[in-house]
């Protein structure tokens, strides 16, 4: 098991910056892959940005490609989002979660921090 915990997020306004934090434990993770999930009122939860815990290629989605960050603290495993230049869009639970790099599904997730971007 995986368990992860985040924190980091609140209110704040258009053009702000925040960054998540997500403490993890349970399992050595050089074979995991993590990454951060958002949910939407009324929408299904999205992508929004992954990483091997051993490094590697980063990935986004389109729609915080430039603005958002993911990266590690590898020997305090804790894996953060930094948010950039935040938009009323970027509303919304943001979910840290983890797998086995060679696992389809994502396997492993928290409970969820809400981010709500005021205009």
């Known amino acids: 098991q995986v368990q992860l915990v985040e924190s980091g997020g609140g209110l704040v306004q258009v053009g702000g910056s925040l960054r998540l934090s997500c403490a993890i434990s349970?399992?050595?993770?050089?074979?995991?892959?993590m990454g951060w999930f958002r949910q939407a009122p009324g929408k299904e939860r999205e992508f929004v940005a992954s990483?091997?815990?051993?490094?590697?290629?980063?990935y986004y989605a389109d729609s915080v490609k430039g603005r958002f960050t993911i990266s590690r603290e590898y020997a305090k495993n804790i894996m953060f989002l930094q948010m950039d230049s935040l938009k009323p869009e970027d509303t919304a639970v943001y979910y840290c979660?983890?797998?086995?790099?060679?696992?389809?599904?994502?396997?492993?997730w928290g409970q969820g921090t809400q981010v709500t971007v005021s205009s």
């Open positions: 979660s983890s797998k086995l790099a060679t696992a389809g599904a994502w396997q492993y």
């Open positions: 349970g399992r050595t993770l050089d074979r995991y892959k």
């Open positions: 990483m091997g815990w051993s490094g590697g290629i980063t």
